[in-house]
């Protein structure tokens, strides 16, 4: 079946350490990417897309995720995390002439001060 | 901003009551979403809309329907709620057309549904 697969389920870093959260999907085609953040208490927000272009995306709070199309990946990337990126994020992929989102199980990040 | 409004927060229902949860998108979206949430499952799509009285299923529509009468309005029923509908219901808007259209969903803030 076709699916969003995230493999970290629980990560525990320490303030300043470098985050990568892995994403691969198993759709074959053109897809569009997306990772979102959901903070404790609120809604999903959107922290940064792919659907074409540069490979390297750039997304807020100083989050960036590369699309390498070989390996199906999309991973997150944070070079140095603060106590305020504690969240859950999640993957999510729409391939093209479909209109929803399949996500990922999602990663709960915990960043201890 | 894109605003979607979820009319209830937190409710509480017993097995075998019909329940309705409301939402409401005011950018003009043409298509909205239900998704449940539950830990370790992510999110996972229950039906969606593309437009006005237009629905499809998603991965797990059984036990439930949904209802789009007006564009900004897409409500999820639950005929009669089971313990394992318990979750958190999260609705959800995009564009369909036009430059925008990448797909980006909005969600709202959700409804936490007991059900005992």
């Known amino acids: 079946a076709q699916s969003v697969s995230q493999h970290n389920h629980h990560v525990i870093l320490s303030e300043a350490a470098s985050l990568e959260l892995g994403c691969n999907y198993s759709?074959?085609?053109?897809?569009?990417l997306f990772w979102y953040v959901q903070y404790p208490g609120q809604h999903l927000q959107l922290l940064l897309k792919?659907?074409?272009?540069?490979?390297l995306v750039k997304g807020i709070k100083g989050f960036e995720a590369e699309f390498i199309k070989s390996k199906f990946s999309f991973n997150l990337r944070k070079p140095s995390v603060q106590w305020s990126d504690t969240a859950e994020y999640f993957c999510?992929?729409?391939?093209?002439?479909?209109?929803?989102?399949?996500f990922g199980s999602g990663t709960r990040l915990q960043v201890q001060p | 901003d894109v605003k979607v409004t979820q009319s209830s927060r937190y409710l509480v229902k017993r097995t075998g009551e019909k329940v309705f949860l409301e939402c409401v998108q005011d950018?003009?979206?043409?298509?909205m979403f239900w998704y449940r949430q539950d830990p370790g499952l992510g999110l996972r799509l229950i039906y969606f809309?593309?437009?006005?009285?237009?629905?499809e299923k998603g991965d797990i529509p059984e036990g439930y329907s949904v209802s789009r009468e007006k564009k900004e309005r897409f409500s999820l029923i639950l005929e009669s709620a089971s313990t394992n509908q318990t979750s958190m219901y999260l609705c959800?808007?995009?564009?369909?057309?036009?430059?925008?259209?990448?797909?980006?969903?909005?969600f709202g803030e959700g409804s936490r549904l007991t059900v005992l």
């Open positions: 959800a808007s995009s564009l369909s057309r036009g430059q925008g259209a990448t797909g980006e969903l909005f």
């Open positions: 759709y074959g085609g053109t897809v569009n």
């Open positions: 792919y659907f074409s272009g540069d490979p």
């Open positions: 999510a992929v729409k391939p093209t002439g479909r209109r929803a989102l399949t």
């Open positions: 950018m003009d979206h043409e298509n």
């Open positions: 809309s593309y437009d006005v009285k237009m629905k």
